[in-house]
């Protein structure tokens, strides 16, 4: 595929896909050009890298760009394993060194990594139209603490899709939350802050639109075979 085109990352994805399709989250996962194939066993896993062959729809692996046989992975900026999912130590370092956001753009890339709702109030005031940039020490504290916070991220639970989940849901008038867990174990967290209108919700309709919104950001764990 050649270098630069805008959607040569959607097709290779796509084909990906397609190639895939069979095996996918049932014992692979593929994004772009990563890919995981995953095992109760070692035996289960022998059988699964058998059947996964890209080869035979004319597409090559590079040997010394492969790993076999591993306890432990890094994919997306974290580390899967058997015990769970956790924050990759390696790419603490570009967390920590954050500049400080001199313009709206920077806040908006910063909150786009880091965007826990109460905590991040203070910068999110910043991308409200009309609103001067005044970098004050509520924000900066703000911006510290989202930094802690991505840092020392508690291991979450790997979903096992075979049995049942909980979704504990809380809403006030600053945003809306869940938390979606198996036996006292959490698999996933997801927020957002309140849209202009929903400020004026009663609490029920609140309540509503927080189960809406776990509902949507967490469906491909709900939506089941």
């Keep these: 595929m050649s270098f630069g085109l805008t959607n040569a990352p959607a097709y290779f994805m796509n084909l990906m896909n397609k190639v895939f399709m069979e095996y996918l989250d049932k014992f692979v996962v593929v994004f772009i050009d990563d890919i995981l194939i995953y095992s109760k066993t070692e035996e289960e896993h022998e059988e699964h890298l058998s059947f996964a062959k890209p080869r035979d729809h004319k597409l090559y692996a590079k040997l010394s760009k492969c790993e076999f046989w591993l306890d432990q992975v890094p994919f997306l900026g974290h580390i899967v394993s058997k015990g769970g999912i956790m924050v990759d130590l390696g790419k603490i370092g570009g967390v920590m060194d954050w500049k400080v956001p001199k313009v709206v753009k920077e806040v908006r890339g910063f909150l786009g990594l880091a965007d826990i709702t109460k905590i991040a109030k203070p910068m999110t005031s910043l991308l409200e139209k009309g609103i001067p940039f005044n970098w004050t020490k509520e924000r900066q504290a703000a911006f510290d603490e989202l930094k802690k916070r991505l ?6 639970t790997l979903p096992d899709l075979t049995k049942s989940f909980t979704v504990y849901c809380d809403a006030s008038k600053e945003g809306l939350g869940c938390v979606l867990m198996r036996e006292g174990k959490v698999i996933a ?6 849209r202009k209108h929903e400020v004026n919700y009663p609490t029920h309709d609140l309540e509503l639109a927080n189960v809406v919104h776990a509902q949507e950001d967490l469906e491909a764990l709900f939506v089941r075979e």
């Excluded at 840092?151 to 979450?156: D, G, I, S």
């Excluded at 967290?189 to 309140?194: E, H, K, Q, V």
């Design 151 to 156: 840092t020392t991220a508690p291991v979450l």
């Design 189 to 194: 967290y997801a927020s957002r802050r309140l």
